[in-house]
């Protein structure tokens, strides 16, 4: 059974930092592209970057942008997201998703989420 279990949220003031992480288990872990997703309450989630099953190609949202850093450990079945000059606006849960296709089968996995709080 395929877990993904994210850890490292909490409240922080603005201009503060977070490092989340995303721990996997019961998945080869480097057959995944990887996801970091925000939701906001009321909204639907957000796409805030990912990154490639080998670690050395990743994407970001524009609001991410600059202050975000996504980044994989496939020898630890570890997935991070360290988080930079917070701002208000980044207050969410944040969801860890791990992305795959198997025979032309899609196979998407998600963790339980992290409440991020950015408030002073």
């Known amino acids: 059974q395929v877990q993904l279990v994210e850890s490292g949220g909490g409240l922080v003031q603005p201009g503060g930092s977070l490092r989340l992480s995303c721990a996997a288990s019961g998945v080869t872990f480097s057959t995944l592209i990887m996801n970091w997703y925000r939701q906001v309450q009321g909204k639907g989630r957000e796409l805030v970057s990912n990154i490639n099953r080998f670690g050395d190609s990743t994407n970001y949202a524009d609001s991410a942008k600059g202050r975000f850093t996504i980044s994989r450990d496939n020898a630890k079945n570890a997935l991070y997201l360290q988080m930079d000059s917070l701002k208000s606006e980044d207050t969410g849960v944040y969801y860890c998703?791990?992305?795959?296709?198997?025979?032309?089968?899609?196979?998407?996995?998600w963790g339980q989420g992290t409440q991020v709080t950015v408030s002073s």
């Open positions: 998703n791990g992305y795959r296709t198997t025979w032309g089968i899609p196979n998407d996995y």
